[in-house]
Structure formats: structure tokens, C-alpha cells
């Protein structure tokens, strides 16, 4: 059974959410502080983590920190409505993704288990599928091709790099940033033209119509998504 750990000081909305995740037959510790969260990760497996930004001594942004530097988890963090900066800075510092106060619960679970498939589909012991298969899309790792309604394309290597890496963080928004730095190796220097020109070709190929695309999502302002719903 699959067991997440909850670390908000709203002692309630804990209670109702491990009472919400039970049906969906998953497990959920809580604890109402970053420190008492991060010793709680010491102690126990857990396969994603949810943690609230406001909270008293050590807040959500620390605790995250300290969080990444230990593991490479799922998490998801509480922001409040219309902060966008808090949205942004933990998206950056390393949160997988972000659910607005107040939410709907079966919204929060759907993510949970979005986010706990990808992490277990990556993270089995023998390291990343041959073959992932999504919504009319087949990725054949080995051989570094796709095949989509368009045909099948064998990718040049920064198109399917960029691609793996999207799909592996499947429903996450990465920042162009992230996708620079991870894909080229390099600081990232604010040009997108490498990016967006990779990013279209690439939903030349994948797409029935890349004007509307399915699978690679643009996040205004932030990046791009691999669509959690194929």
C-alpha cells in the first residue's frame, strides 16, 4: 500500500484528507511542522509528500529545501489563492506541483495518484521502462523513437531528451530553466529560442494538431507540462 506524509499545522484538513486517501487504498501520516515532517522522512517510506507553505518556526519553502536535498520524492504544495510568486518559487525550488486553498478533495487525490504513479513507474529497481505507452503515443527508449498517429520517428537527441524529461515528470511543471539546465548541461542564460524550437518540432510529431496540443502543455510564464491526463 502506498503511504504519503502530510506536514500542515491545520490539524483538521490532515484528518480529512488521510481519511480521503484511505478509500483509494493509501496510507497518510501527518504532522503539524517542517521539523517534526523531516524527522518523520527518517523514520518511514513514503511515496509523496504534501506540504503547506504558511506554517509557524519552519515554513513550507524551508522545509522543501531540506526535503530535496535528501530526496528526489513527489511533492505537492498548499498555496493560498492568487499568490502566484509562491506558485512560481516552489515550482523552482523543487515542488512537483501546487493545489490552491480552499480545494476540492477528489481534485487533491487525483493528483496524489497522478504523482505516485509517475514517481513508481521511474523509480522501480530496474531503473526506466523500455516502453512507455500513453494516450496514443508509444516511446520506445532503447531505440530513442515515437510513434504517434503522425507515424514513427526515430528523435534527434535534444528533442528526445527534452521529451523523456517532460514524460518522466509526468502532470509536473518544469521551468525553462530546469529543462535547459538538466538537458544541455549548461547555467541557463534566459534565451528560449533553443527550447521553443524543440518544443515545436517535437509537437509536430506528436500531435494530430500541434495549434491544440495533448501532450506537451504550455504553462504561460513558466514552462511546459507533459499532460497528467494521458
Sequence with gaps: MN???????????????????????????????GKAGLAKLKEQDYQLVILDIMMPGMDGFETLEQIRKESSLPILMFTSKN????????????????????????????????????YTRFNQSEGTPKQLEFDGLKIDVDNRAITTVNGTFELPPKEFDVLLLLVKYQGKILTKQR??????????????SNIMAIISRLRKKLEK??????????????????????
Design 83 to 118: 499568490d502566484s510568486a509562491s506558485k512560481v518559487r516552489g515550482l523552482r525550488a523543487g515542488a512537483d506541483d501546487y493545489l490552491t486553498k480552499p480545494f476540492d478533495m477528489d481534485e487533491l487525490i487525483a493528483r496524489i495518484i497522478s504523482l505516485i504513479r509517475r
Design 179 to 192: 529543462i535547459y539546465e538538466e538537458v544541455w548541461g549548461e547555467e541557463y542564460c534566459y534565451d528560449d
Design 3 to 33: 503511504r504519503i506524509l502530510i506536514i500542515d499545522d491545520d490539524k483538521e484538513l490532515c484528518t480529512l484528507i488521510k481519511r480521503s486517501v484511505l478509500s483509494e487504498d493509501i496510507e497518510a501520516d501527518f504532522c503539524n511542522s
Design 209 to 230: 494538431n500541434s495549434g491544440t496540443p495533448k501532450y506537451i502543455q504550455t504553462i504561460k510564464g513558466i514552462g511546459y507540462r507533459f499532460n497528467k491526463e494521458v
